[in-house]
């Protein structure tokens, strides 16, 4: 048994522990799924079972994630990203990082990836990106991401649905105006499987319009990696269904923790000048020929 001396007392090992343990409860929690139930459905958010309340906690991790974000509190961006990367125990194979532009050429690249998990390809990419140019960059990235502390820095939230939809083309704008590099997911989703295989849904033409409008050269990377099978089949069972909500992508921090201690092929291509876009073919043309040469590498 393990004592701790002081004038008058002795205080064991276990009562060490509950008071830790009770202290860490009174520490406001960063992500708190009460909170953000609330502030996306309003007065709406009391209807939620309790019982469906506890298993989003569950799914998402709330009380795991708590813990990293609270031993992470002072760090941001690039470097909260590496830790995110040592946290999961990512083993990252980078082919092709001499494909990556010089940081001091004074220009501005959008890099964009295939999204196969929805996690830990984003942390693994923003880490390499954010080391090879010393943080300059910014994710387009769903909007809820902007509850995590570290990752606010570096991310331009989305809201592609409900009254801040509105918002989307000037954010977007916002973004490419900048001066910060951007690393994308054209697919917008992570990947499905699609005729037996994990593939991204097509892509959109955002980033070709946006990167021949600022005159940025686009740099394709493919990441290897997938979720699980539960997770494309309840993907695809929603989509049979004509279920429109996301319901899959509650599950994506789940995934992400069955992704860990994983190894990841990442293969980097060689930029692609922003006027190869030009009018011979639609910008939804050029998305699916930017697409057809990431799941090349």
Same mark, same amino acid.
């Given at each position: 048994m393990l004592f701790l001396q002081c004038d008058n007392c002795q205080i064991n090992r276990e009562n060490v522990d509950l008071m830790i343990l009770n202290m860490s409860e009174n520490i406001e929690k960063?992500?708190?799924?009460?909170?953000?139930?609330?502030?996306?459905?309003g007065d709406k958010a009391r209807f939620v079972p309790r019982f469906m309340v506890n298993w989003l906690k569950?799914?998402?991790?709330?009380?795991?994630? &708590?813990?990293? +974000?609270?031993?992470?509190?002072d760090e941001k961006g690039t470097e909260w990203l590496n830790s995110c990367v040592k946290y999961l125990d990512m083993d990252l194979h980078i082919?092709?990082?001499e494909n990556l532009p010089d940081k001091n050429d004074g220009k501005f690249y959008t890099f964009a990836s295939n999204h196969p998990t929805g996690g830990a390809d984003g942390v693994a990419l923003g880490s390499i990106i954010g080391k090879h140019y010393d943080g300059k960059f910014r994710y387009l990235v769903n909007d809820l991401l902007l509850n995590l502390p570290g990752l606010a820095p570096v991310s331009i939230g989305i809201n592609k649905t409900g009254s801040q939809s509105? &918002?989307?083309? +000037?954010?977007?704008?916002?973004g490419f105006q900048g001066d910060n590099h951007i690393l994308m997911f054209p697919a917008g989703l992570c990947s499905r499987k699609i005729n037996g295989e994990v593939h991204d849904i097509p892509w959109t033409k955002t980033f070709i319009t946006k990167s021949v409008?600022?005159?940025?050269?686009?740099?394709?990377?493919?990441?290897?990696?997938?979720?699980?099978?539960?997770?494309y089949r309840l993907a695809n069972i929603c989509k049979m269904l004509h279920i429109k909500f996301n319901i899959a992508m509650l599950f994506l921090v789940?995934?992400?923790?069955k992704n860990q201690?994983?190894?990841?092929?990442?293969?980097?291509g060689k930029p692609i000048p922003w006027q190869t876009f030009d009018k011979s073919r639609t910008p939804k043309e050029w998305a699916k020929y930017v697409e057809d040469i990431v799941y090349t590498l």
């Open positions: 960063t992500i708190d799924i009460d909170k953000i139930l609330k502030s996306k459905m569950h799914i998402i991790h709330e009380d795991e994630v &708590n813990r990293f +974000l609270g031993e992470h509190l082919e092709g990082l509105r &918002n989307f083309p +000037l954010m977007v704008e916002k409008e600022y005159q940025r050269d686009v740099v394709p990377i493919h990441f290897g990696g997938r979720n699980s099978d539960f997770f789940d995934e992400m923790y201690h994983k190894s990841f092929r990442v293969a980097i």
